[in-house]
């Protein structure tokens, strides 16, 4: 058993930064892939960010390259997402999750392919 828990939202300008943390209690976090998510009101939800069980494999939505990191620190058992260059359409609900999900094809895109999920944290970027 896995649990998450987000933080690191709030309110931004336009062109400001946050970083999210996602910490996760229990032994085995290691063994998971860890992807962000998220969701806007009336959107569905949607990857931005996944990394893989080792920190080694990162993939990022097109929307979010070059301007996020999502990194891990396994001391730690968490999971964090520096977000810079925000954009008003950067405003959403963001969850992390975590799930036994390999990066090959897009079976890691999917909200399905994990098992575990925060309660997520909410980002609003003003113009």
């Known amino acids: 058993q896995v649990q998450l828990v987000e933080s690191g939202g709030g309110l931004v300008q336009a062109g400001g930064s946050l970083r999210l943390s996602c910490a996760a209690s229990g032994r085995t976090f290691s063994n998971y892939a860890v992807g962000w998510f998220r969701q806007a009101p009336g959107k569905e939800r949607d990857l931005v960010a996944a990394?893989?069980?080792?920190?080694?494999?990162?993939n990022y939505a097109d929307s979010v390259k070059g301007r996020f990191t999502i990194s891990r620190d396994s001391a730690k058992n968490t999971v964090y997402m520096q977000m810079n260059s925000l954009k008003p359409e950067d405003t959403a609900v963001y969850y992390c999750?975590?799930?036994?999900?390999?990066?090959?094809?897009?079976?890691?895109?999917?909200?399905?392919?994990?098992?575990?999920w925060g309660q997520g944290t909410q980002v609003t970027v003003s113009s």
């Open positions: 999750a975590a799930g036994a999900v390999g990066f090959s094809g897009s079976y890691y895109t999917k909200v399905g392919s994990y098992t575990y």
């Open positions: 990394i893989s069980r080792s920190g080694g494999s990162t």
